[in-house]
T-cell receptor, first 113, second 113 residues
Framework: KQEVTQIPAALSVPEGENLVLNCSFT??????LQWFRQDPGKGLTSLLL?????REQTSGRLNASLDKSSGRSTLYIAASQPGDSATYLC????????????FGKGTKLSVIP | GAVVSQHPSRVICKSGTSVKIECRSL??????MFWYRQFPKKSLMLMAT?????????EQGVEKDKFLINHASLTLSTLTVTSAHPEDSSFYIC?????????FGPGTRLTVL
């Protein structure tokens, strides 16, 4: 059974800092990996999707990497802003045509002005 | 990206009543929709996978008679919580799959008194 772990559970940084969020998964047979953002009481916003054949994806100040063989992914946020404060969720979808997502518990990020 | 809506966004009901939550894909057809449940500070837990025109596939531990799922068209899936009890209070989120990616609705906060 796939398990996804996110470290740290919470992170507080001053505005302007670069930061890294970590995600690990136990079964490397994944179809893809996604990073989401969730604001309090809201749904999920997809940030980046990395296919299993890819090593990284970039969108603006966000960069996500994937090392499938070691079961790890990182989300790098450059020049953090207070508006980045949210919970960041990592999710992997299974291989062999399974599209079900398994989520981590998330990292709650607070960017202090 | 594709848009998924949920209605209602928030519902409060008395114990014993049934509540229906709608999930719609607004600008694409979704052959597969998913229903998740999220407890405070916990991961999103997949409840069931819903395919248009067929019975939903429920995850282990999810009572199919309590959580009725109907996926009557390519743009609409409904989740009915029957005879709701306070322990059913939670945040319910649906998603719809478009080719390679899942898009999430904004969620429905259910409170059972």
């Amino acid at each position: 059974k796939q398990e996804v772990t996110q470290i740290p559970a919470a992170l507080s940084v001053p505005e302007g800092e670069n930061l890294v969020l970590n995600c690990s998964f136990t079964d490397s047979a994944i179809y893809n990996l996604q990073w989401f953002r969730q604001d309090p009481g809201k749904g999920l916003t997809s940030l980046l999707l990395i296919q299993s054949s890819q090593r990284e994806q970039t969108s603006g100040r966000l960069n996500a990497s994937l090392d499938k063989s070691s079961g790890r992914s990182t989300l790098y946020i450059a020049a953090s802003q207070p508006g980045d404060s949210a919970t960041y969720l990592c999710a992997v979808s299974g291989g062999a045509g399974s599209y079900q997502l398994t989520f981590g518990k998330g990292t709650k990020l607070s960017v202090i002005p | 990206g594709a848009v998924v809506s949920q209605h209602p966004s928030r519902v409060i009901c008395k114990s014993g009543t049934s509540v229906k939550i709608e999930c719609r894909s607004l600008d694409f057809q979704a052959t597969t929709m998913f229903w998740y449940r999220q407890f405070p500070k916990k991961s999103l837990m997949l409840m069931a996978t819903s395919n248009e025109g067929s019975k939903a596939t429920y995850e282990q531990g999810v009572e199919k008679d309590k959580f009725l799922i109907n996926h009557a068209s390519l743009t609409l899936s409904t989740l009915t919580v029957t005879s709701a009890h306070p322990e059913d209070s939670s945040f319910y989120i649906c998603s719809a799959r478009d080719l390679m990616e899942q898009f999430f609705g904004p969620g429905t906060r259910l409170t059972v008194l």
